[in-house]
């Protein structure tokens, strides 16, 4: 039983004398009344507060064992490595003599070949020199020369060394050829003269490459007929 019942059952006034009693003795009215009030004294001297045992101690809420942190970001999936680029930029000047072209690439993928590139003069003036011009970071997959080596060319009493090419440049070059570009001359083209300029190539490593390959007179770019650039994309397997 909780004390605080039991001290109200003790001041309880029904529970502590008779009727009977208190009208035919006065005295004893009195003693009963002097420990009525003693009773109520002691009573109220010892009630006591309610024993923190009793309710115990407060509870406090229940945290997680860990928590993510407000700063702590998703793991984020690693992104491909960008392919390198083989864009060069366009020259400033152009020559507005217009020719038309083709690039026919016999290259296996994984293997060496050749690229053959057909330039026809469209125009009524001659061409002293065509240059054909891509990035040389491209050697790093496929490597462009205007020959394939042999010791027949270098041979002591050999055939005379005989090239087409007016020049083989990488640049930067005494006539102007940028830096990080490799330039290939051929020339001269008179008017509706085709050249066809054959391009070894070496494979160097594995897997396909895209390419600029630009089309200029010296170091200005030539147009095509319909007046756009002289320049296109070449594809590598």
């Known amino acids: ?82 392919e390198p680029s083989f864009s060069i930029a366009t020259p400033p000047e152009r020559d507005e003599r217009p020719i038309r072209f083709s690039v026919a690439v016999a290259v296996p993928a994984g293997a060496g070949g050749r690229i053959t590139v057909k330039v026809t003069n469209l125009s009524t003036k001659r061409i002293d020199e065509i240059v054909l011009r891509w990035s040389t970071a491209v050697r790093d997959v496929v490597f462009l020369q205007p020959f394939r080596p042999s010791k027949a060319r270098i041979v002591d009493g050999g055939p005379p060394l005989r090239q087409e090419w007016t020049k083989w440049v990488e640049g930067p070059g005494a006539q102007g050829e940028p830096a990080g570009t490799t330039s290939l001359g051929y020339g001269p083209i008179d008017a509706g003269v085709t050249l066809t300029i054959p391009i070894e190539v070496s494979r160097n490593s594995p897997g396909p490459i895209t390419f600029d390959l630009q089309f200029l007179s010296g170091e200005k770019i030539l147009s095509r007929q319909d007046g756009t650039l002289a320049e296109t994309r070449a594809q590598v397997p």
Do not use: K
């Open 1 to 82: 039983m909780a004390p605080t019942r039991h001290l109200t059952q003790e001041r309880s006034p029904t529970q502590t004398a008779s009727p009977i009693l208190i009208l035919s003795d006065r005295g004893i009215v009195r003693r009963i009344a002097l420990v009525l009030a003693l009773g109520l004294a002691a009573a109220g001297c010892s009630t006591a507060s309610p024993s923190a045992s009793a309710s115990g101690p407060a509870e406090s809420p229940s945290t997680p064992a860990s928590t993510l942190s407000a700063t702590e970001a998703p793991s984020s999936t690693p992104s491909p490595t960008p």
